[in-house]
Nanobody, 127 residues
Framework: QVPLIVSGGGSVQPGGSLRLSCTAS????????MYWLRQAPRKGLEGVAM????????YYSDTVKGRFTISRDNAKNTTYLQMNSLKPEDSATYYC????????????????????WGQGTQVTVSS
């Protein structure tokens, strides 16, 4: 069983919104930082948002700041990514990940840096 299950992707027009969910199992969710990352075709992995284990602290990459919001519900073992004002350049496969450490966001990341990794969901922004 995959420890992180992602849902909520799809197709949307520019300016639209989507909400992604990531539900954890098989580990103590409330002990981990949660991350949202994405990978566009022919591009590397980019970390776009992260939230602390208790939810008090959140951080964003410059590419999504002001448009995306990460949140979590520890009672439901779930983290969310609310994506507003979507742009065509947001089109990518989105992943969630978990780690006990606060890791950096941005480009040039690798999946092996994270303790737990989920399957991806496709987000397409196109008119």
């Amino acid at each position: 069983q995959v420890p992180l299950i992602v849902s909520g992707g799809g197709s949307v027009q520019p300016g639209g919104s989507l909400r992604l969910s990531c539900t954890a199992s098989r580990f103590t969710f409330s002990d981990y930082w949660m991350y949202w990352l994405r990978q566009a075709p022919r591009k590397g992995l980019e970390g776009v948002a992260m939230i602390s284990s208790g939810g008090a602290d959140s951080y964003y990459s410059d590419t999504v700041k002001g448009r995306f919001t990460i949140s979590r519900d520890n009672a439901k073992n779930t983290t969310y990514l609310q994506m507003n004002s979507l742009k065509p350049e947001d089109s990518a496969t989105y992943y969630c990940a978990a780690d006990s450490r606060p890791l950096r966001l941005g480009s040039g990341l690798n999946s092996y840096e994270y303790k737990y990794w989920g399957q991806g969901t496709q987000v397409t922004v196109s008119s």
